[in-house]
């Protein structure tokens, strides 16, 4: 059982060298993955693009059209950080098909688990709006898809990014078979997720937020992972485990507040990995977020997937941040006491 990979081949035109979010993140992973020599034990699987109906099943038709529209155009903005270009919807539409082939790939037992590596990155983008660098929400169409269509009960989303995944949270606030997790710095960009946005409805208590202070790293998110995250995912017990990878977390991000370093990153993909192997016949993907340092990104992402294909343990070439980071323990405490899926 091999690890799939997706790389979104049409991603490169969507780019706009001055914006940190440029097709240069995505040559960096596959010049660091072509040159470690892994790529030989990966099996790579042919993207494909997402439908119009696979996008409508999360996002508004008027949200779409307005991405075509713009698309249209030399060069436009939808907000102010979320520019398109003419390759902008053909990109757009990999990226979530990408995605699409690495979980039907999984879901279906013919890999053991796998990466989509995509972008633009989708997990700031709303039903209703493109927003924060994102255009479709490439996680949320592959989850509705999963439920719609592979015959899937429940899906969980973790979402480690450095920025809340809003998009994410808005699409399935009110649906318990999604259940929605995000560890975040706070404050930051969107300025979402706070710990009592628990979900709505019949999805109260199915959505998760662990907004962290500055300066948490390696310790604190590992002590959240054991005491919080797992807890959860045990409790819900999905059939499939998707990762929303963001990698501004680490402690060399320009955009990022965190302190994660390539080995912690990977710590945190093995102890998922671990949980779906344990709650879902590891059944796991993880689909690329952030992450504005090309280099801490590519080792981030190739020490990831040392560990879904091999096990490893990783070479880390940036070593931890070393800095102090601050007691995250009340915030433990009252997730434990407050949420949902741990209280009683």
């Known amino acids: 059982m091999r690890t799939a990979i997706a790389i979104n081949p049409r991603h490169a035109a969507h780019d706009e060298p001055q914006h940190v979010e440029q097709a240069a993140r995505l040559y960096a992973i596959t010049a660091a993955l072509n040159a470690s020599g892994l790529r030989s034990v990966l099996l790579d699987v042919p993207a494909r693009p997402a439908t119009e109906a696979q996008l409508r099943a999360v996002h508004t038709e008027q949200m779409i059209e307005l991405v075509r529209w713009s698309a249209t155009r030399p060069r436009s903005w939808i907000d102010h950080?979320?520019?398109?270009?003419?390759?902008?919807?053909?990109?757009?539409?990999?990226?979530?098909?990408?995605?699409?082939?690495?979980?039907?790939?999984?879901?279906?037992?013919?890999?053991?688990?796998?990466?989509?590596?995509?972008?633009?990155?989708?997990?700031?983008?709303?039903?209703?709006?493109?927003?924060?660098?994102?255009?479709?929400?490439?996680?949320?169409?592959?989850?509705?898809?999963?439920?719609?269509?592979?015959?899937?009960?429940?899906?969980?989303?973790?979402?480690?990014?450095?920025?809340?995944g809003n998009g994410t949270q808005d699409i399935f606030y009110d649906d318990d078979r999604v259940f929605f997790c995000s560890t975040h710095a706070s404050p930051l960009y969107p300025g979402t997720g706070a710990e009592r946005e628990i979900g709505s409805g019949r999805g109260r208590g199915t959505t998760m937020n662990l907004p962290l202070p500055h300066g948490v790293g390696d310790a604190g998110f590992a002590r959240l992972f054991e005491d919080v995250v797992i807890p959860a995912l045990r409790r819900y017990r999905p059939d499939l485990i998707l990762v929303s990878a963001g990698y501004d977390g680490h402690w060399a991000d320009p955009l990022g507040p965190l302190t994660l370093s390539v080995a912690g990153y990977a710590a945190l993909t093995r102890r998922?990995?671990?949980?779906?192997?344990?709650?879902?016949?590891?059944?796991?993907?993880?689909?690329?977020?952030?992450?504005?340092?090309?280099?801490?990104?590519?080792?981030?992402?190739?020490?990831?997937?040392?560990?879904?294909?091999?096990?490893?343990?990783?070479?880390?070439?940036?070593?931890?941040s070393n800095e102090p980071e601050p007691d995250i323990s009340a915030l433990i405490a009252r997730m434990r006491q407050n949420h949902p899926l741990l209280a009683g």
């Not at 270009?85 to 796998?114: E, H, K, Q």
């Not at 209703?128 to 509705?144: D, H, P, Q, Y």
Request: proline content about 5%; hydrophobic content about 50%.
């Open 272 to 320: 998922l990995k671990e949980t779906a192997e344990e709650v879902c016949n590891g059944r796991i993907a993880l689909v690329l977020e952030g992450g504005y340092n090309l280099k801490a990104l590519a080792a981030s992402v190739l020490a990831c997937l040392e560990v879904l294909a091999n096990d490893d343990s990783v070479v880390d070439p940036f070593g931890p």
């Open 81 to 164: 950080d979320t520019y398109t270009t003419p390759a902008s919807w053909d990109a757009a539409l990999m990226a979530a098909g990408a995605t699409l082939a690495v979980v039907d790939a999984v879901v279906s037992g013919s890999v053991r688990n796998g990466f989509a590596l995509v972008r633009p990155p989708g997990h700031h983008a709303t039903p209703t709006e493109s927003m924060g660098f994102c255009l479709f929400n490439n996680v949320a169409i592959a989850a509705r898809y999963a439920i719609d269509h592979l015959g899937v009960t429940r899906v969980a989303i973790v979402d480690f990014d450095v920025h809340h």
